[in-house]
């Protein structure tokens, strides 16, 4: 039987690991992970197992209240199920913890920077290194969101690989997922516990602690076929900052298909619009842009010229909230980023002196066009300059 079926038959949204899910859920906690620092601040090496496990120590000693620890998102899913023909990126972890003040979001910023302190290697002088200090070093993003909705921090610590350590901590958020294959968290209190009664023993399928995992979409089993079968599913997309479009075009390039395709026709005009209301300036839509393909695509670069024109073709069919011009000028920055890849990639020879052309008007109808576009796909192409 599945062990995960064992799961509190009155909670369907969660449900136990197995032990292979548990062996793989140890691998991911206990890698050396680098934190890169800036300048001439030496890399850390971590391992998340133990930042967590400091974290949520120093917190409660100087009065936080930790609810529990969760790993999130990709590589909760990661944990969940193997060979998903993606390798997960951040560690994103949640602290859940209430944040009443002010005071609470600068005491825990306080902690986990001095926490770091902890993992600089031996030799280096701690005592004239401030929290200002380390912030400049080694955080790669620092957020807070006060609201009567959301009210939570993030401090991302830097990899230069795309694997940043990601610590969020919560009061409270009104989504936490954006598809039903993104939406799995694993409760890692059990692990952290075992760690510290057993270290250095590692559990074993026949031997582990029982960890739960949840899913805030819903059914965790539905949640989890989807995730099997490589299906995309979701919520009320008009909830989501950007729609959840640009993570829907990542999961299209990567052979996961709508449940529905007939539903997600009318939910791609959703995503749309909510990524057209959030980032109305095409200056904002090329920066949310570069920064995707900077955080998702590292050491994929391959794909980034096919993640683009699905997106292209998803802007292109189901945009009906934008006037004609500002549609053509993000179809337009597309194509070019699109372009740029394939430069980068050295797919164009002597890319430093090119035309680049678009689809051509609809009256021109002369074959002798034809070569200019890549066939089906309205796409620019290139001709070396006169």
């Known amino acids: 039987m599945d062990p995960q079926e064992d799961g509190d038959p009155c909670d369907p949204c969660s449900a136990v690991l197995t032990g292979e899910q ?3 859920l140890h691998a ?3 890698e050396v992970v680098p934190v890169h620092g800036r300048g001439n601040f030496p890399t850390l090496e971590v391992r998340l197992s133990d930042v967590v496990a400091r ?3 120093h917190l409660e000693m100087s009065g936080v209240a930790v609810k529990d620890v969760r790993l999130n998102g990709s590589t909760a899913s990661h944990v969940l199920v193997r060979d998903l023909g993606w390798t997960y990126k951040d560690l994103d972890v949640i602290f859940r913890v209430d944040l009443p003040r002010e005071a609470e979001f600068r005491l825990i910023r306080d902690v986990v920077l001095g926490t770091l302190l902890d993992f600089l290697p031996e030799g280096v002088n701690k005592e004239k290194i401030t929290a200002v200090t380390l912030k400049e070093a080694y955080v790669q993003k620092l957020v807070k969101v006060s609201t009567e909705q959301d009210r939570w921090s993030l401090i991302s610590l830097c990899n230069h690989h795309g694997r940043n350590v990601e610590l969020k901590f919560v009061d409270r958020i009104r989504r ?3 598809f039903s294959v993104d939406s799995f968290q694993i409760v890692l209190d059990p692990m952290l516990d075992f760690y510290r009664q057993r270290r250095p023993a590692a559990p074993s399928p026949s031997s582990h602690p029982a960890v739960r995992g949840e899913s805030v979409y819903g059914d965790f089993q539905v949640a989890l076929g989807h995730l099997r079968d490589k299906l995309i599913a979701t919520k009320r997309p008009e909830e989501i900052r950007g729609g959840g479009l640009l993570k829907y075009c990542n999961l299209l390039v990567r052979d996961f298909r709508p449940a529905s395709e007939e539903e997600f026709k009318g939910l791609e005009r959703y995503m749309c619009s909510r990524f057209f209301i959030d980032f109305p300036d095409i200056g904002e839509q090329q920066r949310k842009l570069e920064a995707y393909l900077h955080s998702h695509f590292v050491g994929e670069e391959q794909s980034k010229y096919d993640y683009l024109m699905i997106l292209r073709r998803v802007v292109n069919e189901s945009t009906v909230c934008l006037m004609g011009h500002e ?3 993000t ?3 597309i194509s070019l980023m699109a372009f740029r890849v394939l430069a980068e990639q050295n797919a164009i020879p002597d890319a430093s002196c090119v035309t ?3 689809q051509p008007a609809p009256h021109v109808q002369d074959s002798n066009f034809s ?3 890549v066939a089906n796909q309205n796409i620019p192409t290139w001709l070396p300059c006169n």
Do not use: D, I
């Open 22 to 24: 548990v062996s793989r």
């Open 28 to 30: 991911v906690l206990t």
């Open 55 to 57: 974290v949520r120590s």
């Open 176 to 178: 936490q997922f954006e």
């Open 327 to 329: 549609r053509r000028q």
């Open 331 to 333: 179809l337009h920055l």
């Open 356 to 358: 680049c052309y678009y």
């Open 371 to 373: 070569n200019y576009y």
